[in-house]
């Protein structure tokens, strides 16, 4: 059974660091392509960062890119997502989910539950 698990989440202030971790279950992750989301109270799902099956490309939605680190650990079955210097506007409950590939269009197949992350000013 494919299970995704997120964790890592919680409450920061503004500048301060997080690492969000997805472990899979049921599936090998070097299999599998791995995006990140976030959905803020009241807005729509924005994908922030995908990474490749064979963990050898990611790619990074503007508003986070060079703040934010994706990466793979096959032994441990397990994606990150190390997030620093935090904005207040980073939050939102963060889910992981599975795909072929981080192309345009992707499409994921199962989803984690989310673990939500609160930046204070």
């Known amino acids: 059974q494919v299970q995704l698990t997120e964790s890592g989440g919680g409450l920061v202030q503004a500048g301060g660091s997080l690492r969000l971790s997805c472990a899979a279950s049921?599936?090998?992750?070097?299999?599998?392509?791995i995006g990140w989301f976030r959905q803020a109270p009241g807005k729509g799902r924005e994908e922030v960062s995908c990474i490749s099956a064979s963990g050898s490309s990611a790619n990074y939605a503007d508003s986070v890119k060079g703040r934010f680190t994706i990466s793979k650990d096959i032994a441990k079955n397990t994606v990150y997502l190390q997030m620093n210097n935090l904005k207040p506007e980073d939050t939102a409950t963060y889910s992981c989910?599975?795909?072929?590939?981080?192309?345009?269009?992707?499409?994921?197949?199962?989803w984690g539950q989310g673990t939500p992350v609160t930046v204070s000013p």
């Open positions: 989910a599975t795909s072929k590939d981080c192309s345009d269009g992707a499409v994921y197949a199962f």
């Open positions: 049921g599936f090998t992750l070097d299999d599998s392509a």
